[in-house]
C-alpha cells in the first residue's frame, strides 16, 4: 500500500473519531481540528445528526426556527 493511500485512510479514522466524539458531547464541533471540520462534517451529516453541524458545512445548527 502506498503512502498516499495510508494517510488517507489515517484522516478516514481520525475524521471518524471526532465525528464520534461530537455525538457523545466530548468534543464541540467547533473544537474539531480545522483539517477535518468537512469530513466530520459529511459523517455526522450521514449519520441522520445534521442539527450537530454548523450551516456552514451544511448542516442545520446554526438555523433559528422560524
Known amino acids: 500500500m502506498n503512502i498516499f ?9 481520525m475524521a471518524m473519531f471526532f465525528a464520534q466524539r461530537v455525538i457523545l458531547g466530548k468534543t464541540e464541533f467547533d473544537a474539531v ?8 462534517a459529511e459523517i455526522l451529516i450521514d449519520s441522520g445528526l445534521p442539527e450537530m453541524v454548523p450551516a456552514e458545512f451544511g448542516g442545520t445548527k446554526d438555523v433559528e426556527a422560524a
Not at 493511500?5 to 479514522?13: A, H, T, W
Not at 481540528?33 to 466530520?40: D, T, Y
Open 5 to 13: 493511500r495510508r494517510l488517507e485512510r489515517l484522516v478516514i479514522m
Open 33 to 40: 481540528p480545522k483539517a477535518l471540520k468537512k469530513q466530520v
